[in-house]
Structure formats: C-alpha cells, structure tokens
T-cell receptor, first 111, second 118 residues
C-alpha cells in the first residue's frame, strides 16, 4: 500500500540549514507536499512539487525530488526559531484529493 | 485567505457519550471535506472523505457506525464520534478543498480537535 516515511526528529542550530528527508512508495504519486504544523494548530501547506520536476525553490525553501529513488527533501535555509514545528511530507495523485502523510519530523532549533 | 474553522478545539467527555466536531469553510464552498485522525508522534490518518449531499467514503478499517459524518451543506461537515471510549482519544483534523483555484494550493486544514475520553 501507499506509505510515506520520514525521520521523527531533527535538531538544527539557528542560522544553519535544515534538511528534512522523506521517502515514499507510491510510484503513481503526482504531487508531493510539505506541510508545517505548529503546536495545537492545523496544517499549513509550505510548498509542493510535481512529480515531473526535480527541484523547486521558494524563498528559503528548496525541495528536491529524486523520483527514481522516491526520495523527497525539504531544505530550509537560515533556519529561524519560528521554523520550529512539525513538518509533514505527503503525497497524492490528485484524482480524488486524497493525501497520504508521513509521521512528521519535529524540527528543534538550537540557539 | 481561505479559512477552515473547526470546533471545538478540545473536548473532554465521559466514556459512552457522543461527541460532535464541526468543520466549516468560512469563505469558500467545499463539496469535499476530509477527516483525519492523528495520534501522538504519528502521521495523519485519513478516516473518510465527506461529500456534500451524499454518503461519506470511509477508509478501510474505519467504523462507519462509530464515526458518523454528515455533509449537509457546502460549508459544513460534521464528525460525530458515537459512544466514545478512551481508545477514541485522539487529535482529529478536517480539511476542505477550494475548487475555485489551482488544485494543489487550495487544500485548507482546520486547527484540529483534541478529544479526550475519560
């Protein structure tokens, strides 16, 4: 079945770059997403990438996709304390709006 | 921007009672809404797809009679946890898609409901 895997925890110093990795199994995934969840809040879409793209950059965010290895990463440049949150990798086919989420990576910022 | 309002934010109830959670799209119409369940340190698990004016589509393993979904209008879907038990304690999140814009930028999530069953 469909599965999305990501590490549960990442600790990064303020000002450094954060790289959150994700792997997925569904080869028919059309879109891959990164969502951010702050404590007690819903999910906020950060960015997404089409499966036919290798990279997408949006200000401090860079998404890299290796479709062959089914590997997705999110790089946050110049990590700030406000970036502290749980980041969910997700995939979807868009046919029926279903999105499959990973377990989320908790990003902790060190001073 | 578009907002999805979810109420209540948290609820504590006694075992055996029923709890209703509301999900509203505030400034757009949502023919489809989704209900997720999230356990601590776990991913969001899709429970069901709520379709306006028709029956919800449940994911495998989700009890239809346990988790009643009603989507009576284009802006409101409700999830009722019937005869709640402690194992139903979880964080429930809804989402709704605004179909008027680019598909992949128009899925909005509610802020979630923390359910604790004593």
């Amino acid at each position: 079945g469909e599965d999305v895997e990501q590490s549960l925890f990442l600790s990064v110093r303020e000002g450094d770059s954060s790289v959150i990795n994700c792997t997925y199994t569904d080869s028919s995934s059309t879109y891959l997403y990164w969502y951010k969840q702050e404590p007690g809040a819903g999910l906020q879409l950060l960015t997404y990438i089409f499966s036919n793209m290798d990279m997408k950059q949006d200000q401090r965010l860079t998404v890299l996709l290796n479709k062959k290895d089914k590997h997705l990463s999110l790089r946050i440049a110049d990590t700030q304390t406000g970036d502290s949150a749980i980041y969910f990798c997700a995939e979807g086919e868009n046919r029926d709006d279903k999105i499959i989420f990973g377990k989320g990576t908790r990003l902790h910022i060190l001073p | 921007g578009a907002v999805v309002s979810q109420h209540p934010s948290w609820v504590i109830c006694k075992s055996g009672t029923s709890v209703k959670i509301e999900c509203r799209s505030l400034d757009f119409q949502a023919t489809t809404m989704f209900w997720y369940r999230q356990f601590p340190k776990q991913s969001l698990m899709l429970m069901a797809t709520s379709n306006e004016g028709s029956k919800a589509t449940y994911e495998q393993g989700v009890e239809k009679d346990k988790f009643l979904i009603n989507h009576a209008s284009l802006t409101l879907s409700t999830l009722t946890v019937t005869s709640a038990h402690p194992e139903d304690s979880s964080f429930y999140i809804c989402s709704a898609r605004d179909h008027t814009g680019p598909a992949n930028e128009k899925l909005f999530f509610g802020s979630g409901t923390q359910l604790s069953v004593l």
